[in-house]
């Protein structure tokens, strides 16, 4: 098998080894495959090299069955840590990282509000009262539960823009989880975030194995908002406008 070093220490490589083996466990009930993990070296960790080709309509399918089972493979709690993982996690690229906040909150609407959009949103500077108003709406809404449904945790990488799949020959990759117990609308939201390839073919194959709850085709903004919040964050510019209108959205 060939290997690469990703040159990562300390904390950062620990919550990237955590999400990876956690999402990796989900594999033995037909979960999506992951990247392996093979050790830790002074130099950062020491990954399985994927040897890349076009991704297919065949293999979005299959990958779309598997990140269903993933997700169904579950976590204790909303917001809950890899297996092991003690501390909160990392979001953002190296040398820009930030807190991901994690524990075990009691609906999804309180953990996103909590953990997600508001620590996110208290990071955006210029920011006039009205929009931060409007965020506080949002948060609201979030908190009383009314985009909750009686779907239980899910396992998610947390990240998963098409550049976190890799396609090999036979399948898809995953890569580079903030993994954590959060919804299964989450990933596929980021994945539509950035156009993934195939983006059809996996939501079939997705609810081949695992239908949608009805009406999340109007969700996905609101399941975007996280990973469009730390863009804004980290880039500014159009992030923020693109946020805001989001949340104008749903609030």
Known sequence: METFIKHTSGSAAGWERAGLEWLT??????????????????DGLELERIAE???????????????????DAGAPA????????????FQGPAGQQIPLQLGAWDSW?????????APLAGRLSGLDPADRA???????RLRAGEFDDDDAPSRIHGDLWAGNVLWSPEEAVLIDPMAYGGHREDDLAALALFG????REIVAGYEQ??????GWQERVELHQLHLVLLHAVLFGGGYVNQALSIARRYA
Request: one cysteine or more.
């Open 25 to 42: 466990a989900a594999e033995e009930s037909g979960g999506a495959r992951v990247c392996r993990v093979l050790g830790v070296t002074e």
């Open 209 to 214: 194995a695992r239908p949608l709850e009805p």
């Open 53 to 71: 080709a076009a991704p297919s309509k065949a293999a979005a399918r299959a990958f779309g069955q598997g990140l269903a089972m993933t997700h």
């Open 109 to 117: 609407g309180r953990m996103y509000a909590a953990a997600r959009v």
């Open 78 to 89: 909303w917001g809950a840590a890899p297996e092991g993982w003690r501390n909160d996690g």
């Open 134 to 140: 409007l965020l506080d709406r949002l948060c609201e």
């Open 196 to 199: 993934a390839p195939h983006l």
